[in-house]
Nanobody
Framework: QVQLVESGGGSVQAGGSLKLSCAAS????????LGWYRQAPGKERELVSF??????????DSVKGRFTIYQVYQTPIKNTLYLQMNSRIIEDTAVYYC????????????WGQGTQVTVSS
């Protein structure tokens, strides 16, 4: 059974830091990339950061230099994904989702339930 469970969301003042975690299990993570998406009110869900099965990371322009994605393997089918968010800005306010994308074309997607992050001035 695939499980992706986010934690670490909350409220933070602009300029502050927050770290999100995603406990992932039930997949062969050597065949999957993991990513963080976010959805702000009235906006579409967008990819924030992604780490491939080979460990290559990528970031959206809006968070590059401020956010860091990394993962810690516990077993081949258990993994924890993190998103360290620094220098928060109000525009970072959104529900953040953890996603696992598997297959050669990343066609198999699995989602967590999301965690709310609110940045205030």
């Amino acid at each position: 059974q695939v499980q992706l469970v986010e934690s670490g969301g909350g409220s933070v003042q602009a300029g502050g830091s927050l770290k999100l975690s995603c406990a992932a299990s039930g997949l062969i993570f050597s065949s999957c990339g993991l990513g963080w998406y976010r959805q702000a009110p009235g906006k579409e869900r967008e990819l924030v950061s992604f780490i491939s099965s080979e460990g290559t990371t990528s970031y959206s322009d809006s968070v590059k230099g401020r956010f860091t994605i990394y993962q810690v393997y516990q077993t081949p089918i258990k993994n924890t994904l993190y998103l360290q968010m620094n220098s928060r800005i109000i525009e970072d306010t959104a529900v953040y989702y953890c996603a696992a994308e598997c297959g050669t074309g990343r066609e198999y997607k699995y989602w967590g339930q999301g965690t709310q992050v609110t940045v205030s001035s």
